[in-house]
Each structure stands twice: as C-alpha cells, then as structure tokens.
C-alpha cells in the first residue's frame, strides 16, 4: 500500500495568491482528515471527512479556507487569498473505523505533508 | 476540551539509555495512542492502549495507562539514535458526539534526541 499521498511537497507562493493542497487516502479508508502544524499552535484539526462528507469544519480559520472531497480517492484543501501566516505544514491523515464503532478514535495514516510558505 | 499534554517537552539522552516520555489529559478517555514524527515528515503510530489496559508492549516500546491518574508513559528502552523524533500522545474521548464524530486530540510532543 503507497500510503496517504500528499502533492506537492514544498508549495512557496506569494501573498495573495491561491493555494491548492492535494490528498489521495489509503483506498479503502472512510474517514480523512485535513491538519495544520506549526511551532506555535503544534497539531491542529482543520476539517474531516466521513465518506466524502465534510462532517466538522468548525477548526478551517477563515472563509479563506475550503475543502472538497469529490470521491473517495481524492481531496483538496484550498487557500484564497493565500497570508503569510497561513505558513505551516498541512497534513492529510487517513483512517478506517470499524463498522461496529460509532466514533473515530482508531488510529491516524498520515501522508508526508506540504510544507507551504507564503511570502 | 481534553487535550494530552507531553512531558518533558525536551529529553536528550545517550545512546543505550532508555527514554521515558510521559502524557497527561484531563477527562475520560477511550484509548490513548503514541505517534512518533520524524523531522520533516508525517506522524506515524506507534500504539494504542485502551482504557481497560494497563500496560502494553510493542518491540522497544513499553506504554503504560494510569486512569486513575490520568497518564501515560511511553518508555523507549535501548535507544538508538534512529529513535531522535518527536513523540505525540493523543487521546481518544469516551464520549459519544453523534456519528461519525472524531474524537482524538494531539499533544504538542516531546522532542526527543539520541545522541550516539
């Protein structure tokens, strides 16, 4: 299995600009999970998903963020207009709950990150 | 909201010597779980402990659950300096929010450096 996959790796872009992060699962995953990390504010949740459905934003920091799911296969996490402080590394995890579990607390598959800077 | 908090923050020790790293949270859980990151790179678990256990083993990895305290350790023994990383605790909430609700929350970490 490849693991999660996550595109691109590095992302330097100026302020202002818009900013696509990209996320392939593990096939066969149900749940996904967008996350930012910095020093500061260390690991947090932006969003997930439940079968492709959008289930908590309540952690995206602004309009400036979106994320879509269209398949099972594939998200984006997107920035418009792109700020400095949106600087971080963005993680995509994925993960499969078992079918007598109503809740998802199993473990996490992360992918590599995106190291984005915004200038 | 519950969150693991790792302690100590910082642990540099030798190579050979074992690596206690310890986890507090604040209410109920389901399990806890240990992560470890890389530089650079993506978190990766470790193991899982649910909360009617009390010590698990995996490898060099020995956690132990303290519900009662509230607390966990993750002890690296024999470390190597392939072991230098970042060492997370996340807590998994007893609680049920409604299906399909995610229910982990991550520590800040304990960085943790193996010096040869």
Known sequence: ?119 | SQQGEEDPQALSIQEGENATMNCSYKTSINNLQWYRQNSGRGLVHLILIRSNEREKHSGRLRVTLDTSKKSSSLLITASRAADTASYFCATAANTYSGAGSYQLTFGKGTKLSVIP
Request: contains cysteine; charged residues 20%.
């Open chain 1, 1 to 119: 299995d490849a693991g999660v996959i996550q595109s691109p790796r590095h992302e330097v872009t100026e302020m202002g600009q818009e900013v696509t992060l990209r996320c392939k699962p593990i096939s066969g995953h149900d749940y996904l999970f967008w996350y930012r990390q910095t020093m500061m504010r260390g690991l947090e949740l932006l969003i997930y998903f439940n079968n492709n459905v959008p289930i908590d934003d309540s952690g995206m920091p602004e309009d400036r963020f979106s994320a879509k799911m269209p398949n099972a296969s594939f998200s984006t996490l997107k920035i418009q207009p792109s700020e400095p402080r949106d600087s971080a590394v963005y993680f995509c995890a994925s993960s499969l709950v078992p079918r007598d579990s109503r809740t998802t607390n199993e473990k996490l598959f992360f992918g590599s990150g995106t190291q984005l800077s915004v200038l």
